[in-house]
Nanobody, 123 residues
Framework: QVQLVESGGDLVQPGGSLRLSCAAS????????IGWFRRVPGKEREALSC????????YYADSVKGRFTISSDNDNNTVYLQMNSLKPEDTAVYYC????????????????WGQGTRVTVSS
């Protein structure tokens, strides 16, 4: 069974940092693209970043480019999202998702989703 479990969400002050983790089970990261998304109530889900280890490619949305970094540890089947210089508008529930793909794209139709981890940026 394919499962994705996010962790690392917390309350953090503006300008602070968090590292989110996405632990994958039931499949190997070698042949999948993994994406990070976020959702705010009343707004559309926003694609943030993705990674494909098969082609060693990453992609970032303009809203997080230069602040967020995606990485993976294939030995532990875990994908990370390092978030720096956090802003109040980054407050959201963050999700990771997976799709069998040799390349990374934010517009891929992701098949598997985690339950999300909540990030709150506030003083």
């Amino acid at each position: 069974q394919v499962q994705l479990v996010e962790s690392g969400g917390d309350l953090v002050q503006p300008g602070g940092s968090l590292r989110l983790s996405c632990a994958a089970s039931g499949f190997t990261l070698d042949y999948y693209a993994i994406g990070w998304f976020r959702r705010v109530p009343g707004k559309e889900r926003e694609a943030l970043s993705c990674i494909s280890r098969t082609t060693d490619t990453t992609y970032y949305a303009d809203s997080v480019k230069g602040r967020f970094t995606i990485s993976s540890d294939n030995d532990n089947n875990t994908v990370y999202l390092q978030m720096n210089s956090l802003k109040p508008e980054d407050t959201a529930v963050y999700y990771c998702a997976a799709v069998e793909s040799a390349y990374c794209s934010l517009v891929l139709r992701y098949d598997y989703w985690g339950q999300g981890t909540r990030v709150t940026v506030s003083s």
